[in-house]
């Protein structure tokens, strides 16, 4: 529907404005800000994309993914018994396996996210994207996060991108898609809104803002406009698209507020899960030192937490 | 301060608390001692501002004094007070203060509170403008009597306008002002309650949406109305309260039209991503009656850039410019003439000359004046240089005073400077008449009414003749003779935009 995407006009320092006020909202504290940040970590998509990735570090995280918080500190809030684990391990499609088969030995039903598509600058031609997408599913990846070629959306070509993204939802066949726009290297905001309209549209589950290895990656304005357009396709379609804000996430209070505009701008059911993720590693231990202060009175010591 | 014998130099009335005490603060800091007369219903903050003001000796005794009673017979002189020296009415009860009051002074002039119009045009940013409207509709200029908002949408963007406000306002969290998280405040004191308009609307058929809120009380939930007209008594009649009206329109003429139709605005604010549109729709609501200021993309905040009246190559004049306009000759025995024009309270052409032009007339008028050999009066030789000098200097500012590109945080604001409209000058015996003070007014495109003594008149109509002579509109300056006592009074009838 080209003519969803004729019209739009995005406001470029009105978005800035309500980001900043954003930033100054009351910080929550006490029980109430353990329980964001435990629902927090139940978003989180627990992320290595690192040249040196093995299948030692790569089995380290997905324990982590199981346990991320102390169990004591659970017990303490009485949250133990509630699985209380990570909402996916994301990794690339080389070391789909050793995720796979860690998170088996784990006793673990946690999905595991594979970048695909020619991640991260997504150059690489449509064959070799799909063949990409097609192992990595067979690999045993039940989620997929596919890059789009900015190039269709710096010159305009809004059909070319909607047949890219519909082959790659055939290729990725019954695994969840997250799309990936790279928003740091779309130039405007318009274009972010035109283009998370074209990836909903051709069947995305999740709209997902960067890659994290751009030099801008995940920011409130540019979270803002996605969630304005996911909340417009949900009044045309009636369908929910997930959101996902990743790279540049790192500390505990930015992933407070990034439920919090979830919270105000799509509402309370998008804070689950199913419809919202955090692409983070570092921020992991970030909550769960928090959560250690919220729960002893001090921060931890480099010992007393496990390494993920 | 009464034991080191210092007299009150401001005596400041106030009806809505909120617009008060800024104003006292602008007295005090000035070093004036601030006398604030004010009803019951607005008197919590400032009593407790006085009280604060005691505490730890922040301000010595009797710098600040609030005296509470029923307005209007508070204002009446013989109060007992010391004469003020200048007076400020704020608010509708302030209008007894200001001329019912001894005060010899200047008047101030008062804070008009008002609405909020919000026009929407069909190339905004809708998720912005409805996030905007929403933030504006909770905070307390829109909670002032005669508050609330208005929103003016293009018939095209008019139902996703609707949702989008729908879908925030819901999201409004109604409570306690001084908890931190909630955004929206209880009702101003002794002001009109709104159910009684809401009702009235809805027996008129008009939708009101209310997320379930629990009746009673000063809080009262976020409002929007939607399918009235601007006949409708909830757009005649003040409402305090976060009230949003929504009505269509079908274009940009006409949302200033439907605008300037409104009663008591206080601000305006334009919603477009065209820029040319935008502009042009705040340019036009300039006519009188006009809603002040309007803002262009955001409330509080004018969002682009454009030329100003001349190319920026060209140089700006210089202030000592070659005479290029014929000289008048004033050769005509300069008696006081009594003047029986009506006031010309309609003065539009003056103020909408280019900045050029009205720089070229007192130029001409400059000429004129330094033309004249002869004048009556001995120091009249004085005054005239230095209006020669005053009138070039103040055409160079005509020139300039268009508007200004000012960077903020975020980006640049672009502010024009419009002229006020009329303004009336009434000048009292036996203070000498600065006429200086009067070019400021006229280069920046007001229209001037001047009221005073006969012996004094003279000087101002030989300026006006050369200023006449000079192409200035027979509208743009009267002058009539009059005493000071009651002119202010007079003149205030006909409603001039500055006094």
């Known amino acids: ?308 | 301060p009464g034991d080191k014998g210092g007299t009150p130099v401001s005596v400041w009335g106030s009806r809505d608390p909120c617009w008060g005490s800024p104003r006292c603060s602008g007295g005090l800091s000035a070093g004036n001692t601030v006398l604030v007369l004010c009803p019951p219903e607005a008197a919590p903050p400032l009593l407790y501002l006085a009280e604060l003001s005691g505490e730890g000796g922040a301000l010595p005794p009797g710098v600040l004094n609030v005296v509470t009673g029923p307005f209007p017979e508070l204002c009446r002189p013989g109060l007992g007070v010391p004469v003020p020296g200048a007076a400020v009415g704020v608010g509708p009860g302030g209008g007894a203060l200001a001329w019912g009051s001894p005060c010899r002074g200047p008047r101030l002039g008062w804070a008009r509170g008002g609405r909020v119009v919000v026009i929407v045009l069909d190339s905004a940013d809708l998720d912005g403008a409805a996030a905007a409207v929403v933030g504006a509709a909770g905070t307390p200029p829109a909670l002032f009597p005669w508050g609330g908002c208005v929103v003016l949408a293009q018939e095209g963007v008019l139902a996703p306008l609707e949702r989008r406000l729908r879908a925030r306002l819901g999201g409004l969290r109604v409570g306690d002002p001084l908890d931190p998280s909630t955004d929206v405040g209880p009702l101003p004191p002794a002001a009109p309650h709104p159910e009684g308009l809401v009702e009235a609307a809805r027996e008129e058929g008009a939708e009101v949406f209310q997320p379930p809120f629990p009746p009673g009380g000063y809080l009262y939930p976020p409002t929007l109305i939607t399918g009235v007209a601007p006949t409708s008594c909830c757009l005649r009649e003040p409402a305090a309260g976060p009230v949003l009206v929504l009505l269509p329109v079908r274009s940009p003429g006409e949302a200033v039209a439907v605008a300037s139709g409104l009663p008591l605005t206080a601000a305006a604010a334009v919603w477009a991503q065209d820029i040319t549109a935008a502009l042009d729709t705040a340019e036009r609501s300039v006519g009188p009656p006009r809603p002040p200021a309007p803002w262009v993309g955001a409330s509080q905040q004018l969002q682009a850039l454009r030329e100003f009246g001349r190319p920026p190559w060209e140089q700006p004049p210089k202030l000592e410019g070659p005479l290029r306009y014929p000289l008048p000759s004033l050769n005509a025995p300069l008696a006081p003439q009594t003047q029986q024009c009506p006031l010309p309270l309609s003065g539009p052409l003056w103020g909408q000359l280019p900045g050029a032009s009205r720089a070229q007339v007192l130029r001409g008028a400059a000429a004129a004046l330094g033309g004249t050999r002869g004048t009556p009066g001995g120091d009249d030789r004085d005054n005239d240089g230095r209006l020669q000098g005053a009138l070039l200097r103040w055409a160079a500012h005509a020139e300039r005073m268009g508007g200004a590109v000012q960077e903020v945080p975020g980006g640049r604001t672009l502010v024009t400077r419009r002229p006020l409209g009329v303004v009336g000058v009434v000048w009292s015996w036996p203070h000498p008449l600065s006429l200086e003070l009067l070019l400021p007014a006229l280069a920046l495109g007001n229209s001037v009414v001047v009221v005073a003594p006969p012996s004094a008149a003279g000087a101002a109509l030989h300026l006006r003749q050369a200023l006449v002579a000079a192409g200035l509109p027979a509208g743009a300056l009267a002058v009539l003779p009059g005493g000071s006592r009651g002119s202010g009074a007079k003149l205030a009838r006909h409603h001039p935009d500055g006094l």
Request: proline share 4%.
């Open chain 1, 1 to 308: 529907e080209l003519g969803w995407i004729s019209k739009v006009y995005v406001n470029r320092p009105a978005v800035v404005r309500h980001a900043e006020q954003i930033k100054k909202w009351k910080t929550l504290k006490g029980n109430w800000q353990a329980a964001w940040l435990l629902k927090a970590v139940t978003c989180i998509d627990l992320t290595t994309l690192s040249g040196d990735d093995t299948p030692s570090n790569v089995q380290r995280l997905c324990f982590k993914a199981k346990h991320p918080i102390r169990e004591d500190l659970l017990k303490a809030l009485d949250m133990h018994d509630k699985g209380i684990t990570v909402g996916a391990v994301c990794v690339y499609p080389a070391r789909v396996t050793d995720a796979v088969n860690a998170l088996k030995a784990a006793g673990c039903n946690i999905p595991v996210a594979s970048v695909a598509a020619g991640f991260p600058s997504g150059q690489t031609p449509l064959e070799t994207k799909m063949a990409e997408i097609k192992l990595a599913v067979e690999y045993g990846a039940r989620e997929i996060d596919i890059v789009i070629s900015r190039s269709l959306v710096l010159t305009g070509q809004w059909e070319g991108l909607y047949e890219e993204i519909c082959q790659c939802r055939k290729a990725c066949g019954g695994a969840h898609m997250k799309t990936i726009l790279a928003t740091g290297e779309l130039g405007s905001l318009a274009n972010v809104y035109k283009a998370s309209m074209i990836a909903m549209m051709a069947g995305s589950d999740f709209i997902k803002t960067s890659t994290g290895k751009e030099v801008e990656n995940a920011t409130f304005p540019v979270g803002i406009v996605m969630m304005r357009a996911i909340k417009e396709y949900y009044w045309q379609t009636g369908n929910k698209v997930g959101f996902k804000p990743a790279g540049g996430i790192r500390t505990a209070k930015e992933a407070i507020t990034w439920l919090m505009l979830v919270k105000e701008e799509l509402g309370v059911e998008w804070l689950t899960p199913e419809l919202f993720r955090l692409g983070a590693s570092s921020l992991l231990g970030d909550i769960e030192q928090q959560i250690f202060y919220h729960v002893t009175g001090s921060y931890p010591l480099q010992h007393e937490l496990a390494m993920a």
